[in-house]
């Protein structure tokens, strides 16, 4: 019997609250915005939306620096106009994910500035400070994730705090007990709302070496990378004592039923996966983001799901990502035409896809002028922002797309008027309308949402090939990652057993004659056996 739970046979969709759908004219997104828009989502087909932070903050990260973890910031809205997305949301039998960001608080948080006050606070224990070095410097050789020292000295106290991304963001004390019950409440407060579960902002980070030694230099390091990676981060995150904070987080979403609990987590396969935790007590989900790190070619991909499915534990369930907020547009790093290969990819592998707002209407990047520059990461270390894959969603051709009658926070793409939802909702041949029928046949086939994998052998080197199957139905896949013809000829006979369910190029005949099959450049095929 297929396991039904909805996180496991379900899509995600992640909405950038910023720029999804601005409903009061100040040229960012809200959350009356995003409940407008539930009925586009239920009509795509996705089955949860996780929304980005919109809780109070001084938005230094945009929302990633929470001030009050109980609240909505007025530039969203309202709790009220929370409580009324919740409950559209699941008139249409959309689930709700918050975005739950344990690792760190706004400078501005309370906490924080009680913590910060005196050495002897009820609070300084909340935050991690450190004595100088014995030269007045940081205490060791920690790097922030968006450049500098992880470090920055107090002058009320003479000591330093840690911060793993800006000075604005402190990270609490995960071994102060105190500091797990308080977010424990915060879990309970939206559980409570109603909300089906969490993503949790940059998990493995949240427990630190207890002796806070130095990071090992990382060999491998060039001078265009980020300078997080000139050390190796073995003691500043990946942590042992991580999974007993987790299976607390857990204990306390059980009592609720079916809640997810999805991790944000860069580590390489094998790091990754032991974060489903030992007997299954970590998170549901992992996010795997090995895609988005992978070359894009259908050998590199191809090794990367199989040794992806052999690493997994017994009963782990897989999941996969093809963008975020943080990281390039699929469309922009594999060019238009294979971001239909891309979504036939994403939403035809074994195991729970999160799709990116933007991404079904191939959104790609957007130029940011200097002057509009928004990520803090760009200022800090300019060519490593995120403002190109945070620009609004494009609805229609009215002024700015329909996102928002006033001057949008972000730029909108120049094609606004030719690419937009209006527009391909109605195009069959539009990728919109691919990713719809994509969602629609995850639906219709429990052998694509819950069903097993078995990757083919392929003598084509563009093609990635791989069957889905139930007790009832077998399906394969095809995905020509090139963009020339390219013919098939070694995994069986195709000549009357199988036919196309969908083709990533919508106007292929549904029959195939030949036994040998020739995918027509950057073409994807779904084929169904028998069923003639
Ligand atoms: C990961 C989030 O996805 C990113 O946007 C943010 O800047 C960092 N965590 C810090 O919270
Ligand atoms: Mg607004």
Not at 163 to 190: C, G, K, T, Y
Not at 218 to 223: E, I, L, Q, V, Y
Not at 357 to 367: F, K, N, R, S
């Amino acid at each position: 019997m297929a396991d039904t739970v909805w996180w496991k046979s379900g899509t995600v969709y992640q909405v950038y609250p910023r720029s999804f759908q601005d409903s009061d004219g100040d040229g960012i997104g809200d959350l009356r915005g995003i409940t407008r828009r539930l009925d586009y989502l239920a009509w795509l087909g996705v089955d949860a939306v996780w929304i980005s932070p919109f809780y109070p903050s001084p938005m230094a990260d945009f929302g990633y620096d929470v001030a009050d973890y109980c609240g909505v910031d007025p530039l969203f809205g309202t709790l009220e106009d929370f409580d009324a997305l919740v409950a559209e949301a699941h008139f249409r039998r959309l689930k709700v994910i918050l975005d739950f960001v344990p690792n760190h608080t706004s400078i501005a948080h309370p906490w924080f500035v009680d913590s910060r006050a005196s050495r002897t606070s009820p609070k300084r224990n909340w935050y991690i400070w450190r004595d100088p070095a014995p030269d007045g410097g940081p205490p060791n050789n920690w790097i922030s994730n968006f450049g500098g020292p992880a470090w920055s000295r107090d002058a009320a106290t003479g000591q330093y705090y840690y911060h793993a991304f800006l000075r604005e963001q402190p990270d609490l004390n995960w071994r102060n007990p105190e500091v797990r019950a308080a977010m424990h409440d915060v879990l309970r407060f939206w559980l409570d709302r109603g909300v089906d579960g969490f993503r949790v902002d940059v998990i493995w980070h949240l427990m630190k070496d207890e002796g806070f030694r130095d990071n090992p230099a990382n060999p491998g390091f060039t001078s265009g990378q980020a300078e997080i990676n000139r050390f190796t981060q073995v003691y500043s995150a990946d942590r042992p004592e991580i999974f007993d904070v987790i299976a607390e987080m857990r204990a306390v979403l059980a009592p609720y039923g079916d809640r997810v609990l999805i991790g944000e987590i860069y580590l390489p396969v094998e790091r990754l996966v032991a974060y489903y935790g030992a007997d299954l007590a970590g998170v549901d989900l992992p996010f795997n983001f090995q895609l988005i790190q992978t070359p894009w070619n259908a050998r590199s991909v191809a090794e990367l799901v199989v040794a992806y499915e052999d690493a997994l534990p017994p009963g782990g369930w897989p999941n996969w990502v093809l963008g975020n907020h943080d990281q390039p547009r699929i469309a922009a790093r594999v060019g238009a035409a294979q971001a239909s290969i891309a979504a036939m990819l994403l939403l035809t592998l074994r195991g729970t896809p999160t799709l990116y707002y933007g991404d079904e209407i191939g959104l790609a990047h957007v130029p940011i002028p200097p002057d509009r520059v928004q990520d803090p990461w760009e200022r800090n270390e300019p060519g490593h922002g995120r403002d190109p894959e945070r620009t609004p969603m494009q609805w229609d051709d009215s002024p700015n797309a329909g996102f928002s009658v006033g001057e949008p926070w972000l730029p909108l793409s120049a094609d606004a008027v030719a690419r937009n939802v209006e527009l391909q909702c109605d195009d069959a041949r539009s990728l919109l309308t691919l990713y719809r029928r994509l969602l629609r046949l995850r639906r219709d086939y429990t052998a694509l949402s819950t069903g097993g994998f078995r990757s083919l052998p392929s003598s084509n080197a563009f093609v990635f090939a791989y069957e889905r199957h139930d007790a009832d139905t077998t399906l394969r896949i095809l995905l020509n990652f090139s963009a020339s013809p390219q013919t098939v000829s070694d995994t069986g006979a195709y000549g009357g057993a199988w036919t196309v369910l969908l083709s990533t190029h919508t106007d292929r005949a549904s029959s195939l004659h030949a036994n040998d099959l020739v995918l027509e450049a950057n073409e994807g095929l779904m084929l169904i056996r028998g069923w003639s």
